[in-house]
């Protein structure tokens, strides 16, 4: 397949690169249109105060790439109206591996990585967003090293990448163009070479207290809380999928929201 590939979490991220290399080795083609800097909770904002700028560049990712000095949305809005070539145009857009979850509703809501793939199907194509379960302890521990992954945590995502190049063809050749689906995967964690897929549905979670009191400056600052889950027994949530070890993937059909 020809597939534009996006992320949240900037050009320079590792998760994205492992992402990139799975893929093509599947024997895809791949253009990469990525923000310049982490635009994480950003959901599917636009640049629509300041001018955007799109750069052609190589990052030894072995594909045609750009970074743009936007958001995720900007990133796949100019990639396919200005940027990609008759010959590359996409069968489908790919946005991730994110770095932690984007399970849950409040979370897929504010996820750039979910709002990148969005981008995609507003544009008519099938779309898959990816994104992989981290502890807090984790998270912090690669965000000190400057999100150089340590060798235990770039094998698992390495076996989610592969995860991610077996299933985002099967997602996207499932879904007819113009169907407004967005196909939201989770990888565990740790994920395995022999972790099953369950479909799933959003967790229901409220998330409360995002933010801290004011400071003496008068600032407030975010802080990150996974929320309380209010979920029913059944369906099988993402969130729940996850914690027993299973890759979830729900299928974000936006035409519902008409019904």
């Known amino acids: 397949m020809k597939l534009l590939v996006t992320n949240d979490d900037g050009i320079h991220s590792v998760f994205l690169h ?3 290399r799975a893929l093509l080795a599947a024997g895809h083609t791949l253009a990469v249109v990525a923000p310049k800097t982490e635009q994480s909770w950003i959901g599917a904002a636009k640049s629509r105060n300041r001018a955007v700028h799109a750069l052609a560049t190589d990052h030894g990712l072995g594909c045609a790439t750009w970074v ?9 809005n100019i990639a396919l109206d200005h940027l ?5 145009k996409p069968d489908g857009v790919v946005s991730g591996i994110n770095i932690g979850l984007n399970a849950s509703l409040g979370f897929i809501i504010a996820s750039g990585t979910i709002g990148g793939a969005w981008e995609g199907a507003l544009h008519g194509l099938p779309a898959v967003a990816l994104s992989q379960d981290l502890t807090t302890e984790i998270y912090n521990r690669l965000k000190a ?5 340590d060798a235990e945590l770039h094998a698992i995502l390495k076996i989610s990448a592969a995860h991610a190049a077996r299933l985002v063809p099967a997602c996207i050749a499932a879904t007819p163009p113009r169907d407004f689906i967005v196909h939201n995967l989770n990888f565990p964690l740790p994920c395995r070479p022999d972790s099953a897929v369950r479909r799933t549905v959003p967790a229901r979670v409220i998330v409360p207290g995002l933010f801290s009191p004011a400071a003496d400056d008068g600032t407030h600052r975010l802080i990150f809380r996974l929320g309380d889950d209010l979920s029913p027994a059944e369906p099988l949530t993402d969130r729940t999928a996850l914690a027993a070890g299973f890759i979830s993937h729900t299928v974000l059909d ?6």
């Open 145 to 149: 090293a400057g999100d150089i992954p």
């Open 254 to 259: 936006y035409k519902k929201l008409g019904q």
């Open 84 to 88: 990609l070539p008759p010959e590359l």
């Open 68 to 76: 743009v000095d936007g958001t995720p949305s900007d990133c796949v």
């Open 18 to 20: 492992e992402l990139v």
